[in-house]
């Protein structure tokens, strides 16, 4: 005769309807007091045995409510819905888009449990062949972060995105930098407009575009010495700026105070001519009804002063103004340690990786101190 099993250790039956073998084991009572039960099948009795021992140790890990249906597909779903609360809109969008053209169309299907670092490796293989390396870090860390936020809540066991590296990508578009001709060009062609005061103010302090694009004339002072501006807000969610770092305060070369000057009249002429139309907001860069500036109203208004200065628009965006601000200062000799305080880096390091292209490569301080402690032998 069959003995019975042990207490907990589940049971095994026959199905004639289904023609499988049924696992299944108690794993616990609902609130209100029914068992709850988790069952597996198999065609062999072996199989549903194992099947029985997965249930077990799931249980034993705390994983007694895996739903082995769960794909990865859901698991970027709910992420994307739960796991980017307080991110502003723009990282949200971006996240969204390249999930649904990355991530789930490759692996939405693959049931997360059976997800393997292999399969991981593969997609990450298959989307360096047309991905940047920094494209390829954001869409492995959105499967990470869904796959993580999914184990935090006992879908999965474990993460297999953090046994994977990035594998190196395409090569981006580099980002480029002015050259002192170019420059003056580009300053010279900068008309009398809000967008021409923004291209000057950006160029000529290296204020990020968020940072001007939320700058107050509550934080401006021409009257002090020296003139300055206070870099203490962006358009990031919160309003702060990017680091604690980045909050500085910037004294203004002479050419930047004249034009914001002449910004501040031309828009107390468009507050009375939109009348109960302006949208009280204070802000220096701001729409002819005083609404805020979005990232294409300043792209437009840049290639099209490019375009004047006779450069090549669909070459240049308006974040380079920042890359030239740091090319044209090491250019003159400006130390790497006071660019790095003036455009808002916590340390040299940062501005030395970004802007590695527009660092003078040359270090003379050490060979004139040595010309001056060994100074060239007589004839």
């Not at 990282?91 to 299907?109: D, K, M, S």
Request: proline share 4%; aromatic share 4%.
């Amino acid at each position: 005769m069959t003995s019975r099993r042990s207490r907990g250790d589940g049971g095994l039956h026959w199905d004639a309807a289904r023609e499988r073998w049924i696992a299944s084991v108690t794993v616990g009572y609902s609130p209100a007091g029914k068992r709850i039960v988790k069952r597996g099948s198999g065609r062999t009795k072996t199989e549903a045995k194992n099947k029985l021992k997965e249930i077990i140790r799931d249980y034993d890990d705390g994983l007694a409510s895996t739903p082995h249906a769960y794909t990865v597909g859901q698991a970027v779903t709910d992420w994307l819905a739960y796991g980017l609360s307080g991110r502003d809109a723009s990282t949200v969008e971006t996240r969204r888009i390249l999930a649904t053209q990355h991530v789930i169309p490759a692996l939405g299907a693959r049931k997360l449990a059976k997800l393997s670092a292999e399969d991981v490796d593969r997609w990450l293989a298959e989307k360096a062949r047309t991905l940047s390396t920094r494209t390829l870090r954001d869409v492995r860390a959105i499967l990470s972060r869904s796959i993580a936020r999914a184990q935090a809540r006992d879908k999965v066991k474990r993460n297999v995105v953090l046994l994977c590296d990035t594998p190196v990508g395409q090569i981006g578009r580099p980002s480029k930098a002015l050259t002192l001709p170019e420059a003056e060009a580009l300053l010279a062609a900068s008309e009398d407009s809000t967008i021409g005061a923004y291209v000057v103010l950006s160029l000529l302090t290296g204020a990020r575009t968020e940072e001007l694009r939320a700058l107050t004339w509550a934080h401006v002072n021409l009257d002090a010495t020296p003139p300055h501006i206070m870099v203490w807000r962006s358009v990031r969610a919160g309003g702060d700026t990017k680091t604690r770092k980045s909050r500085r305060t910037l004294a203004l070369p002479q050419r930047c105070v004249d034009v914001l000057q002449a910004q501040n009249v031309r828009q107390a002429a468009a507050r009375r001519l939109a009348g109960a139309r302006w949208v009280s907001g204070d802000l220096v860069f701001a729409s002819e009804v005083g609404t805020a500036l979005d990232a294409a109203n300043v792209r437009r208004g840049f290639r099209r002063i490019a375009t004047t200065a006779g450069l090549p628009a669909k070459d240049w965006t308006p974040r380079e103004l920042r890359h030239s601000f740091v090319s044209l200062l090491s250019d003159d000799g400006v130390p790497i340690e006071q660019i790095s305080r003036l455009v808002g880096h916590a340390g040299t390091s940062v501005t030395e990786l970004v802007y590695r292209k527009q660092i003078r490569p040359v270090v003379e301080d050490g060979a004139t101190v040595m010309d001056r402690i060994f100074p060239r032998a007589s004839g």
